[in-house]
């Protein structure tokens, strides 16, 4: 019983998973981790059965990203072989992308995580716009972000490189590695302990599964070479998993994404540019579009090259994607999260009444 408690928050299992556990009224649920997410079947860590799947209930009734992802925290009825899923524990973190193939549909990447790292390979063209982005989608979810600079093995000097990502930084830790050498493995690991997940993020080829594998000590995560010709990966990783760490821990390894689109707006595109709200603060006018207004803050630092052209027009972007995303929200989908949360109020003043009466 205890090797099993202590087993649960090596997983990352805290209070606030458990105190929601624990008001749920059905005995004989215990909790579980989702360690990967198939169509209808769900890996499971922490329980007996290896594997779970949806009670009928919750298929009929969890929608989009309300389904289990990689990272959740569940409760099951375990019969030791296939786990029934009956609750979906609320998520302290979750990411949250557009899905690749649709302008509003919402899809979760991972949920739970501590900490993300957003890996670039130093070997290839690094993209601060790309980091802004991914940094914007971080923030919103409610983890916090570590720049990983892998390969760093393949370049003379790392300074240009790293000159490149401070801008836009803005004081989130950036970590020089090698899953090759084993060079700054060590920094990356203070990133993740007993209780704690850290996944890995970022485009195809740049050593995500690499850097899993060197943490673990062993080659557990498949990887193959990068494309010759234009240095891109090959999307060897196709699904989200979670590996515990020997020691207490978690790491999420996840396929390289093409493109991650912002959908939501939890204020993770204001914290990725944190710099420019700040000059916004000493625009004259409190509306300031920091376009032709006198007075202007953000015009200022521009022109003192404090602040570059691009960081600016890429702060508008992401604002602009995020707005347009809010707005073309699938209105089925709302209109089914809306009826659960009318479902879920109803139940909760019929609770009110009956505890009145007594
Ligand atoms: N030189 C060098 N090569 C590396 C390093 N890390 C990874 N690689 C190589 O880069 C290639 C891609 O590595 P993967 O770990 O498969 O990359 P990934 O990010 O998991 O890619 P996907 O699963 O496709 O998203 C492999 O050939 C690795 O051996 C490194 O630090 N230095
Ligand atoms: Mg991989
Ligand atoms: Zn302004």
Redesign the pocket.
């Given at each position: 019983m205890i090797a099993t408690q202590l087993d649960l928050s090596d997983l990352g299992y805290s209070p606030f998973f458990s105190s929601q556990l624990d008001q749920i009224q059905r005995p004989g649920l215990v909790p579980a981790r989702i360690a990967a997410d198939g169509p209808g079947i769900y890996a499971l860590l922490g329980c007996r059965a290896p594997l779970g799947e949806l009670s009928g209930r919750l298929r009929h009734e969890l929608h989009g990203t309300e389904r289990p992802v990689a990272g959740d925290w569940v409760a099951v009825a375990d019969d030791g072989e296939r786990a029934i899923i009956h609750h979906v524990l609320r998520r302290r973190t979750a990411m949250i992308r557009r899905a690749a193939d649709s302008d509003v549909t919402a899809q979760a990447i991972a949920a739970n995580v501590d900490v993300f790292g957003l890996?670039s390979?130093a070997?290839r063209d690094l993209n601060p716009r790309r980091i802004e982005r991914y940094l914007s989608a971080v923030w919103d979810s409610g983890a916090s972000p570590v720049i990983v600079l892998?390969?760093?093995?393949?370049v003379e000097d790392v300074w240009p490189l790293l000159e490149c990502i401070e801008p836009v930084a803005l004081g989130v830790p950036v970590v020089q590695?090698?899953?090759?050498?084993g060079e700054g493995i060590e920094t990356l690991r203070t990133h993740v302990g007993p209780g704690t997940t850290l996944g890995l993020v970022?485009?195809?080829?740049?050593?995500?599964?690499?850097?899993i594998n060197r943490l673990l000590g062993v080659d557990v995560?498949?990887?193959?070479?990068?494309r010759e010709d234009d240095a891109r990966?090959?999307?060897?990783?196709t699904r989200r998993e979670l590996i515990p760490l020997p020691g207490g821990g978690v790491l999420i390894?996840?396929?390289?994404m093409r493109e991650l689109g912002l959908i939501e707006d939890e204020g993770g595109v204001d914290a990725a540019f944190a710099d420019i709200a700040g000059l916004a603060l000493a625009c004259r006018f409190n509306d300031c579009r920091h376009e032709t207004e006198p007075g202007c803050a953000v015009q200022k630092a521009l022109v003192s090259g404090a602040l570059t052209k691009e960081r600016l027009q890429s702060y508008r972007k992401l604002q602009r994607e995020v707005a347009a995303a809010e707005r073309k929200r699938d209105p089925v989908l709302a209109a089914d999260e809306r009826r659960r949360w009318k479902t879920i109020a109803k139940e909760y003043r019929a609770l009110e009444k009956a505890k009145g009466r007594r």
């Open positions: 890996v390979s070997n892998n390969k760093v093995d393949l590695v090698s899953a090759l050498t970022g485009s195809s080829g740049v050593g995500k599964s690499s850097l995560q498949h990887v193959s070479t990068i990966g090959r999307h060897t990783t390894d996840t396929p390289g």
